[in-house]
């Protein structure tokens, strides 16, 4: 279709037409047509941009929980493992320390005793400071405070003649100084109350 047929066409379908209005330039409103249509198209600003959640995982939370009981029961074995393994490295803790007063005769008078030397009192082979927590009948029970020499227990029972009236007299409460020989506390110097002097010449004697 020309120029002249489109013009005719037009006329018949508006008479308002005349004949001396010029067409449309269809190029250019195909044109135009194309231009609107590719700015109202345009792409999102970035502050429209909806961010959207993390997608969950079905069973997370599941795995999640189990994997928390597994470790904790994996601490827990492993603290009872080296509970027994500790148990088992430590010897059983040993029982008290039995110590006797040496026997003497009656006749023997108790002023022949001296006052312990650095030198008596290093020739014993047990020497610690002690405090009498319990004394019934014969038995004298001491909670060990010290040792010096010759023990690592954490109690000592000592064992009294009762008949021997001049035997060493405890107190409970106390602090004493004992020393002996093969288990066996000699009558003179065996037993003292613990005293600062007393106990620097125990230092002396078995420390230096």
Known sequence: MNDDELRAHLRTVDPALTSNAPLPDISCLVEAAITHDSTTQSAPGAATV???SPKRTPGAGRRSLLGLAAA???LVG???TWGIAMNQGQPPSAGPLALTVERVDSGTPSAACTEPTIDTLRGSSTAFEGTVISEEGDRVEFRIDHWYRGGDTT???LGNDEDWPEGPAFEV??????TAENG???VCGGTIRATDQD???FRQAFEK
Do not use: D, E, S
Not at 173 to 178: D, E, I, N, P
């Open 78 to 80: 492993g603290g009872i």
């Open 72 to 74: 904790a029961a994996l």
């Open 173 to 178: 409460g106390q602090h004493y100084l004992v």
């Open 155 to 157: 109690t000592a029972r």
């Open 199 to 201: 106990r620097n010449l």
């Open 50 to 52: 909806t961010p959207l």
């Open 184 to 186: 066996v506390v000699p």
